[in-house]
């Protein structure tokens, strides 16, 4: 700590006087000074003749609580500018995620806004689940106290749209708290509903709760995605940052049943300072392929504008039952049943009544074309200034057509060939590396799950870190999809890597993925739980992150000896711990 500049002899005090204030402001700590400064600078300007007008009495700040939760870091972004915009017009704002909070508290805070997304199938973030459930149990508190409102964050691309905010909104009237606005469900493109939403529910808040405010024109909101805050020019989503791809390798054996590519980037230029446990937010483009049978089904063959278009900015694949029902309208045709939407496209609608829509109708008709998301696979520690990105094409077959992924397939197939791919920063604050580097970590990532692990471990090695490594790998066969198969074998062979259990499931006869080869290790999985080790999960959320799940909760039970009510608080407990993190997709 910086000690105080003391009295000189010279200030216009008696001796006596410099010597007893010298004895308070050398003891005195920061926090002390500071007061004292503000105190002395109150009673200043209280006797100066020249100020005007008193100081205004402080205005009454409002207190109220922002509940996020999120998997991803969306609501949690959109929390923290709602948080921005309510300081600025003089409430004071807490932001807390739903991890750490209860039914309870929520019901006992006068002034509340929830944001919450929805993931798997109408499910809530992992980390919101007690929270989600409790409240939706019998046991839940009244909130007669309260005033709410709540943000939902979904996709409309799937069944169960913006469920989890659906309920919680529905759920709070039901335990009696007063609405102040009404709900908003957000697609893909949330940005500018949130912006809205926060907007009228602050004003809202403000004449109910009676907020002295300036001016609540004032709120401007941008967003960033994910959960810290990056430089003000750090690229965003709407500004990426045009990335060099330098390398570019295919992974997967030629005879593989999948196409998984390793794609590195040159962030140099960029202000992008991510950390393990990131992902890169890629803003890809259509196959232009597509995009002219688009065109074509639509009467625009031709139209260029409408063409560039469709290639960058317009979702032409996705297809919601929103879609379907307004195409119908605009083309006077019938809606098509719900079932007949599985596994088909906007080309398939288009089709149904080909050139019947002007180009503006069909520019309304189409989302905002999303970005998608990958995983870091390395330290900047170990690469400098370069990102690693690990990519699996995705391409099927369904209703006679051959589809692909837009942005895997763009990434590994189009991009290359130009040399860059356009790239910001989604950090993942939920999904890092224990601060302690003498902590375990057991990283669970079968396929593409793997890429955060390399990132991890290339940390581990670049800082020293001596906690163990235990890294869990699964995919269809050893010989063809082992990715990263070298480098780590290499990190076997020199003791960074303590121990790997691999999966392959298509070797023999009966299927085998990651949570066999975890209850396999049960013994030594329970063991280093005990010892404290962080546990992470990584890569699909449909089926593996619940099988693993499920793994878990059977290890403990075993190993344990203890029924399942007890291996799942244990397993809850952890969590809570933060030693049990997923980043699932
Ligand atoms: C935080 C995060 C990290 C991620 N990290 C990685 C990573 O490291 N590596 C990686 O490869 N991906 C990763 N992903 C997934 C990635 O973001 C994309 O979702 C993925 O690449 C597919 O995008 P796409 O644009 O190629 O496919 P899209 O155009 O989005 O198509 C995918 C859609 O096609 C449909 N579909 C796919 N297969 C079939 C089928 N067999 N039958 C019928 N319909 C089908 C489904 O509706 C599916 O949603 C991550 C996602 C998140 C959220
Ligand atoms: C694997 C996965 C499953 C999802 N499931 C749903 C869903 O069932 N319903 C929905 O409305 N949105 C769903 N979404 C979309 C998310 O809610 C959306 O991306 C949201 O912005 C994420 O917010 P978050 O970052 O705060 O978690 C899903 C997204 C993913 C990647």
């Known amino acids: 700590m910086k000690s105080a500049p003391l009295l000189p002899t010279s200030a216009p005090f008696a001796a006596d006087q410099i010597a007893a204030l010298n004895g308070v402001i050398g003891a005195a700590t920061a926090e002390q000074r500071a007061w004292l400064s503000g105190f002395l600078a109150g009673v200043q300007a209280a006797n100066d003749p020249r100020a005007a007008t008193p100081a205004a009495p402080p205005a009454k700040r409002i207190p109220l609580t922002i509940l996020f939760g999120t998997e991803s870091g969306n609501s949690e972004a959109v929390a923290n500018q709602a948080r921005k915009a309510a300081a600025k017009l003089g409430f004071a704002p807490k932001l807390q995620d739903m991890a750490d909070f209860t039914p309870a508290q929520a019901a006992s805070v006068e002034n509340l806004l929830v944001i919450a997304a929805t993931w798997g199938e109408g499910d809530p973030p992992q980390r919101a689940q007690d929270f989600y459930e409790a409240l939706l149990a019998d046991t839940a508190p009244r909130f007669e106290k309260t005033r709410y409102a709540v943000l939902a964050l979904g996709d409309r691309a799937y069944a169960q749209f913006c469920e989890v905010g659906r309920r919680i909104d529905e759920r709070i009237a039901a335990l009696g708290g007063a609405r102040i606005a009404d709900r908003v469900d957000c697609d893909v493109d949330y940005e500018t509903p949130a912006n809205g939403w926060i907007d009228q529910t602050l004003q809202k808040l403000n004449e109910e709760a009676g907020a002295t405010v300036s001016d609540a024109s004032v709120i401007h909101v941008d967003f960033v995605r994910g959960g810290n805050e990056p430089d003000a020019d750090a690229p965003t989503r709407a500004q990426p940052f045009g990335a060099t791809i330098t390398d570019h390798v295919r992974l997967s054996g030629s005879r593989s049943t999948s196409e998984t590519y390793h794609v590195a980037v040159s962030l140099e ?317």
Not at 546 to 561: E, S
């Open 269 to 585: 230029g960029a202000g992008i300072q991510y950390e393990p446990g990131d992902a890169l937010g890629v803003v890809p483009r259509n196959d232009p392929e597509l995009a002219d049978a688009v065109l074509v089904a639509s009467g625009h063959a031709g139209d260029t504008a409408l063409r560039s278009a469709l290639i960058e900015r317009l979702d032409i694949t996705t297809l919601t039952a929103n879609q379907a029902a307004d195409f119908a309208r605009m083309t006077g045709t019938e809606v098509p049943p719900a079932e007949w939407l599985a596994g088909r496209q906007v080309i398939d609608l288009l089709e149904r009544a080909p050139g019947r829509l002007s180009s503006e109708q069909l520019s309304t008709l189409l989302r905002p074309l999303p970005p998608r998301y990958y995983s870091i696979a390395s330290s900047r520690k170990a690469v400098g200034e370069e990102a690693h990105l690990l990519v699996a094409a995705v391409r099927y077959q369904s209703h006679g057509r051959a589809r692909s992924g837009v942005a895997s397939v763009d990434i590994t197939q189009r991009s290359h060939l130009d040399g860059q791919l356009k790239v910001f920063l989604r950090p993942n604050q939920h999904f890092r590396l224990p601060a302690d580097p003498e902590r375990a970590v057991i990283m669970i990532g079968p396929g593409t799950g793997v890429a955060p692990f390399r990132g991890f471990l290339q940390e581990r090695e670049a800082i020293g870190a001596v906690g163990r490594n235990w890294l869990l790998f699964g995919h269809r066969n050893y010989t063809h999809d082992f990715l990263y198969q070298t480098e780590i074998q290499d990190w076997i062979k020199d003791g960074l890597l303590t121990r790997l259990d691999v999966a392959f499931s298509r070797d023999q006869p009966e299927k085998r993925y990651v949570q066999h080869a975890l209850w396999d290790a049960r013994r030594e999985l329970y063991t280093w739980l005990k010892d404290g080790a962080a546990l992470y999960v990584c890569g699909d959320a449909n089926q593996m992150a619940k099988d693993v799940h499920a793994a878990l909760l059977r290890i403990l039970a075993d190993q344990g000896q203890q029924d399942e009510a007890a291996a799942k608080a244990e397993l809850d407990a952890i969590r809570r711990d933060g030693r049990y993190l997923r980043d699932v997709y």
